[in-house]
């Protein structure tokens, strides 16, 4: 669950729009979710800034697919990264709004806020953040 919207969740329980069993029932799932072949981190866009990553090596289009069922239920931008093109078009036809990007080997469901003008986001291998200006 991502920052602005646990705020906004929270809010509605304060207000009195939201009921506490309602919110309860969203926030189930926190910290994560246990899908048996792996556990999909529902915090770490609280603790990181940034949503989980998927990695899609060594995982099967099923165990991908289901991933990604399970990253967009919780509402985060999903990113799967060394996924191959058969792979991402099953999973593109499983659930709609996904995007392969082919020469990088990742796909994409959402988009990512804009922090700075004038720079990128970058992450590394290991899901770290660095940036460089453009040119």
């Known amino acids: ?6 705020r906004k969740l929270l809010t509605e329980v304060q207000e009195g729009t939201r009921g506490v069993d309602d919110a309860v ?3 189930r799932h926190l910290p994560f979710i246990d899908i048996g072949f792996a556990k999909y981190d529902t915090h770490r ?19 991908i697919v ?4 399970v990253a967009r239920s919780t509402g985060n931008r999903v990113m ?4 191959g093109a058969a792979a991402a078009r099953r999973v593109e036809r499983a659930i709609p709004g996904f995007r392969y990007h082919r020469s990088a ?3 994409t469901h959402g988009k990512v806020k804009e922090e700075r003008r004038g720079e990128e986001r970058n992450l590394d291998r290991h899901g770290r953040d660095y940036r460089h200006t453009r040119c």
Do not use: A, N
Not at 1 to 6: A, G, H, V
């Open 1 to 6: 669950m991502e920052k602005d919207k646990l």
């Open 66 to 69: 289901k991933l990604c069922r």
């Open 45 to 63: 866009s609280l603790r990181q800034g940034f949503p989980e990553v998927i990695f899609g090596q060594g995982k099967t289009d099923t165990q």
């Open 105 to 107: 080997r990742m796909l």
């Open 25 to 27: 029932r969203i926030m």
């Open 80 to 83: 799967v990264t060394r996924i």
